[in-house]
C-alpha cells in the first residue's frame, strides 16, 4: 500500500515490492481532493468517543456480573456473551431503521450509538474482575464505601493496564470499522473512511489515490502501535487468557 501510494504515476501497474523511483504527487492529490486532515481528526474523535463509551458500559456489566450472585447470573451472561456471535447482517437493517427515526443519519452518533455495548470488552474485563481480591472489596465496604466508589477508587486503579490494553484494542477496532459507518455517513465526508470510498466510483476507480488515502489513514494507527507498542501487544495476550 504504501509502496503503490509513492510510486509514480507511470509505473502504477508495476507489481515490483520496491518502487524505483518515489513520488509524493499521489499524496498531494489526496491532499487536495479531499479534505483528510479534518476528516482524520472527526475519525479520531469518533473512535476515541467509542472506544470510551464501550468500555464505560463494560466495566459496569463485567463489574455486576464478577461482584454479585444471583438467579440466572450464568445464563444472562451467556446471553450477553452471545450477542457477540450474532452476525453484523443480521442487526444491520434494524439498527439502520432506528437511527435514521432518531435523525442520526450522516452524523458521527449515528456510528457510535448502536455499538456501544461491546460483548468482547465485557468478557474480558469480567475475567480480569473473576480474579480481583475480594479482601479488598471487603475492606472497601468497611470503610463505608459503596459498591460506586468502591468500583472508581479500588477496582479501576488497580486495572489499569488491563484498561488501557482494552481501551487500545476498541480504539483501533472502531478506527478500522468501514461499513456501519459508510452506511450512516453516505452524504457526509466527516470520516476518513468515507475519504477513502470517494476514490472509488461508476466511472472508474482511482487506485493510487484509494492507496494513498489508506496510507495517511493507517498512519494514527502505525502511530500508537509505535508508541503504545506494549500496551497493544497486551492487549492481544489479555484477551486470550482467563
Known sequence: MFVHAFRPARSGASTSPFPVSFSIRKLQYVWDTIPIL???VNTFGMALGL??????????????????SFRGQKVIYLLFIGS?????????????VRISEMGLMNNIMGVIVPQLAAAFAVMMLKQHLDSFPR????AADMDGRGSWRSLWEV????????????????????????????LIMQ????????GVRSFLGAEGNNWGAVMA?????????FLIYIFLQRYVVDAFVRSGLK
Open 84 to 96: 457477540w456471535l450474532v452476525p453484523f447482517q443480521v442487526t444491520m437493517i434494524p439498527n439502520y
Open 155 to 182: 477496582v479501576v486503579p488497580n486495572l489499569r493496564p488491563a484498561l488501557a490494553a482494552l481501551a487500545i484494542m476498541l480504539f483501533i477496532n472502531a478506527w478500522n470499522e468501514y461499513l456501519w459507518p459508510s
Open 38 to 40: 479534518g476528516m482524520l
Open 213 to 221: 488515502a489508506s496510507a495517511l489513514a493507517c498512519l494514527p494507527i
Open 135 to 138: 479482601e479488598l472489596l471487603d
Open 187 to 194: 452524504q457526509s465526508n466527516e470520516i476518513i473512511q468515507i
Open 51 to 68: 472506544a470510551l463509551g464501550q468500555l464505560f458500559i463494560a466495566i459496569l456489566a463485567a463489574y455486576g456480573f464478577a461482584r454479585w
